[in-house]
């Protein structure tokens, strides 16, 4: 099983791009057909270890 993690700590990343979705598809391209769980935080900050996600 692979894990993929992914966040954004603010609207504005997810604004330039750096989107949930367009985090978990770049991620899926590298992964291929292997299965895989998706952990996902929103708004939390990279400084923190306290993320749900992780």
Known sequence: ???IYV???TEEQAKQGFSIPAQIREC???VGK???HVFVDRGISG???NR???
């Open 52 to 54: 749900p996600g992780l």
């Open 47 to 49: 400084e923190t270890l």
């Open 1 to 3: 099983m692979i894990g």
């Open 7 to 9: 966040r954004v700590s």
């Open 34 to 36: 292997r299965e895989a």
């Open 28 to 30: 899926r391209k590298l």
